[in-house]
């Protein structure tokens, strides 16, 4: 707990340091503040730090993000070391996939469709935009709150409440369905099916509606509506032709190689800054 308040005042600090206020952030600032924001986040939560999972996760986000208009950024990928299924991106192209992902995806285009949909909150900047919608110095706090945790924490959020507001709005339901419509095309664009997008959300509601299982509601959490964004999946999915879903893939052996080698970890630490 007390490392999640460390976070929060170091964010603060952080965004004062930059100089980042609400008239805007250049594409320098928000590389710098991704890369701040990594190295924090890397003192706080273990990562996987296997180099063939790492190879394959960071192989894999490049050939997705070397598709998009923000190819230029240079693409960083990280493997955090625990069960919980969730995803998150910093600003200028750090992504951070849980070990929870990789356990449930069964195929490549599943792990391809989380990872094009945080990539598409990169490419669309929603983490810059929402810090230019706010006050200067609650910047780095909101920043840390929307891409970890910590806010989770009853405590923390109270100690990050200072000025009264809350100050940690995680992405809205329109960035949620925006960074699925570019995921979509994301990973079709890299030549990957877009169908693992779809049956990874339903592999999770279907968990969340059996077993109330924790390890999965944290991502119902952080990305509301999954029944409606199924919906919008399948109604895109529609639209593409049998023929072109066909020429797409959906699994390597590299990714079942990098999944054997997952299923064969020693168990995941227990976390313990999420909520009580
Ligand atoms: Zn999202």
């Known amino acids: 707990m007390q490392r999640s308040y460390a976070a929060g005042f170091a964010a603060l600090g952080l965004a004062v340091a930059l100089g980042i206020s609400a008239c805007g952030v250049s594409q320098q600032q928000e590389v710098q503040l991704g890369q701040q924001e990594s190295a924090q986040i890397q003192q706080q939560l273990p990562l996987v730090q296997d180099a063939?999972?790492?190879?394959?996760?960071?192989?894999?986000?490049?050939?997705?993000?070397?598709?998009?208009s923000r190819a230029d950024l240079q693409w960083q990928f990280y493997v955090v070391n625990t069960d919980v299924v969730n995803a998150f991106a910093l600003p200028g192209g750090i992504i951070y996939v849980n070990r929870g992902v990789l356990e449930r995806a069964d195929r490549m285009d599943e792990l391809a469709g989380v990872m094009g949909h945080e990539i598409e909150h990169v490419v669309r900047r929603h983490s810059v935009k929402q810090m230019e919608q706010m006050q200067g110095a609650n910047v780095g706090v909101a920043l840390a709150c929307t891409l970890t945790n910590i806010c989770s924490?009853?405590?923390?959020?109270?100690?990050?409440?200072?000025?009264?507001?809350?100050?940690?709005?995680?992405?809205?339901?329109?960035?949620?369905?925006?960074?699925?419509?570019?995921?979509?095309?994301?990973?079709?664009?890299?030549?990957?099916?877009?169908?693992g997008m779809l049956t990874f959300f339903q592999k999770l509601l279907a968990e969340e509606q059996q077993s109330n299982n924790s390890n999965v509601s944290s991502w119902f959490a952080d990305h509301p509506g999954t029944q409606d964004?199924?919906?919008?999946?399948?109604?895109?999915?529609?639209?593409?032709?049998?023929?072109?879903?066909?020429?797409?893939?959906?699994?390597?052996?590299?990714?079942?190689?990098?999944?054997?080698?997952?299923?064969?970890?020693?168990?995941?630490?227990?976390?313990?800054?999420?909520?009580?």
């Open 52 to 68: 063939v999972i790492n190879q394959y996760v960071n192989a894999l986000g490049n050939q997705i993000a070397s598709h998009t």
């Open 153 to 195: 924490n009853q405590a923390a959020a109270t100690a990050i409440n200072v000025g009264g507001t809350a100050i940690f709005a995680k992405f809205s339901r329109t960035d949620e369905v925006q960074a699925d419509e570019g995921g979509f095309h994301n990973v079709m664009s890299a030549g990957i099916s877009p169908n």
């Open 229 to 276: 964004r199924i919906a919008d999946i399948q109604r895109m999915l529609a639209q593409v032709s049998a023929s072109q879903l066909r020429s797409l893939t959906t699994d390597t052996q590299a990714f079942q190689q990098m999944k054997r080698r997952v299923m064969s970890l020693p168990p995941a630490p227990r976390q313990t800054t999420s909520g009580q």
